[in-house]
Each structure stands twice: as structure tokens, then as C-alpha cells.
């Protein structure tokens, strides 16, 4: 018979047969070494995670031909902190971190208001195909975007958007990751609260906005975290439809400082220090509904 540690004694008593696991994993008695094993192991996954952010900060700092000495010198012998005024005047950052900024802004609410207005239609409404549709749309995921760049890119140089921010905004205006994260949150509201809006007169779209987008704001968080950086970070997009120098974005205008024969290292971690500032600025920000909408986007489904 399963047994619990008593109230006051210490001792263990009995519970009954048919007791539920969980119920009997949560009476054994935790071990006092559990918790602190646990810290000690999250700790050092955090710190060997945040190696390359370290060296990226480290490098930024020094000289082009101290960046790959070896051993690494973390903490240089003289810190360098004029790299980062001298980028400014060596490149137009200013103008590359202003475009990144406009595409991931809005391309992250594009992506936002269609992956969850699609994710209702898919969730709470109920047509034929629906479910068949769905999986048709989540198995694009699948497919490598490599297969289609080169007749997106045709698509975009007929209809005269290449070099223009149009282009990429049209093209990443729509995710399926973003509609299936959003379902997936959507599953988890009961379907008696919308039947109950409809029965009152609410339209569809009354439902989404003022009923579903409301319970939604972690789920929209995440997505909108997740889109924000893949936008920001996205390279090879702006590389094939952004030709002038005015619209490239902070990734393609690092590049200004790799040479034929060699690459100034120390002013692309300057450059790169500098980039990831945003993100980290967007996630702290956004942190709480991020790690919420991450943990409850799966509950159902």
C-alpha cells in the first residue's frame, strides 16, 4: 500500500488503493538534494549558452588581430570602447538599424492580425475541409523554403517590387507557424463561451475581436516575440531582394566590413553588440507573456 509522510510525526500513512499517480508522485517525499542539483544544473546550461554572447561582447572590444588569439582573453588588457563610436562614422547604422526596425515592426503585425484571425477560422469555426485544410496549410512548414525562392523571386521582378521593402513585407505578411501556434491557444478556450457569444448576437468578427483576442494576449506575445527576432535576423531575404545601400537592414550592412581577402572581426561583434540591444530590449519587455504563451499554446489540441 502507498504511504505519506503524516502532518506532525514524520511518519508515513497509508493512502488509499485507488489513489491517482499524480496524487502519490506528489506525497513522496522530496529528496533535499533535488532543488539545489537542479539550480546548480540550470545554472551551468545558462552559462554555456551565453558563451557566445560573452566572447561576441568580449571581441567588440578589442583589436582585429587580438580577436582570435589563442587562449581566448576574455577580458581584454585594454578595452576598446571607442569601436563603438567609430562604427557610427564608418557606416550608416543608424539608417540599417531604422529599415530593420520598419520590416520587423510590420511584418511582426501582419503576421500577428493574419495568424490569429486565420487561427480562429480554423478553431472555432466549423465548415467542410476545415481540419483537412489546416494540415494542407501546416504542411508547408515542411517544405524548404529553397524550393520556392527562386519563382518567388520571378513573381516579385515582374511585378516590379524587387528592391523595394514591398516585396519582403508581401512575402512573410502570412506564417503557418504563426496560424498553428495561435490554434493551438485557441483550442484551449471552451467552445461554450463562443457558442454563448453567438446565442447573444456577437458576429464572428465581434467574437474575435472583442472575445478571443483578449484571452489571447500571451499567445499573440509569443508569436509576436518569435517573428520579431526571425525578422530582424533574417538574412538571405533582404540579400536578394534589397539591392541599394539605403534600404539594406543591420545584417546586410555588417557586411560592409568583410573584404575580399580579410574581415574587420572587431567591428562586426561591435556591430552585432549593437543589433542584438533591440531584441533584448523587446524580449525583456515582453518576457512574461512570452514564457506564458509558450507553456499554455500546447494544452489542447
Known amino acids: 500500500m502507498t504511504t505519506a509522510l503524516g502532518p506532525r510525526t514524520g511518519t508515513t500513512a497509508p493512502l488509499p488503493a485507488g489513489t491517482p499517480a499524480a496524487t502519490r508522485d506528489r506525497a513522496r517525499p ?9 539550480y546548480v544544473l540550470l545554472v551551468a546550461l545558462s552559462a554555456l549558452l551565453l558563451v557566445p554572447f560573452f566572447w561576441m561582447v568580449s571581441a567588440s572590444l578589442k583589436t582585429n588581430d587580438q580577436v582570435f588569439t589563442v587562449p581566448i582573453r576574455w577580458i581584454p588588457e585594454e578595452l ?23 520590416l520587423a515592426g510590420v511584418i511582426t503585425l501582419l503576421q500577428v492580425l493574419t495568424g490569429s484571425f486565420a487561427a480562429y477560422g480554423f478553431s472555432k469555426i466549423r465548415f467542410p475541409g ?29 511585378a516590379g517590387l524587387v528592391n523595394t521593402f514591398t516585396a519582403l513585407i508581401l512575402l512573410q505578411a502570412f506564417s503557418a507557424f504563426g ?9 484551449s478556450v471552451p467552445d461554450e463561451l463562443v457558442e454563448a457569444a453567438r446565442i447573444d448576437g456577437l458576429s ?23 517573428t520579431f527576432v526571425n525578422t530582424w535576423n533574417d538574412f538571405m531575404g533582404p540579400f536578394i531582394y534589397l539591392t541599394s545601400n539605403d534600404l539594406w537592414t543591420i545584417q546586410l550592412g555588417l557586411r560592409q566590413f568583410v573584404g575580399q581577402f580579410d574581415a574587420e572581426y572587431a567591428m562586426i561583434m561591435t556591430g552585432s553588440v549593437i543589433s542584438v540591444i533591440p531584441i533584448l530590449l523587446v524580449f525583456l519587455l515582453g518576457q512574461r ?7 499554455t499554446s500546447g494544452l489542447k489540441g
Open 30 to 38: 522530496v529528496r533535499p538534494w533535488a532543488k539545489p542539483l537542479t
Open 179 to 187: 496560424v498553428f501556434l495561435m490554434r493551438q491557444y485557441y483550442m
Open 204 to 226: 464572428e468578427y465581434g467574437i474575435y475581436r472583442r472575445i478571443m483576442l483578449p484571452l489571447s494576449v500571451p499567445a499573440l506575445a509569443s508569436l509576436a516575440l518569435l
Open 289 to 295: 507573456y512570452f514564457i506564458q504563451g509558450i507553456a
Open 130 to 158: 476545415r481540419d483537412g485544410l489546416f494540415l494542407a496549410y501546416i504542411a508547408t512548414i515542411a517544405v524548404p523554403w529553397q524550393a520556392y525562392m527562386i519563382p518567388q523571386y520571378i513573381l516579385m521582378q515582374r
Open 80 to 102: 576598446h570602447w571607442d569601436n563603438f563610436v567609430t562604427i557610427w562614422d564608418r557606416v550608416p547604422l543608424m539608417t540599417y538599424l531604422r529599415n530593420s526596425a520598419f
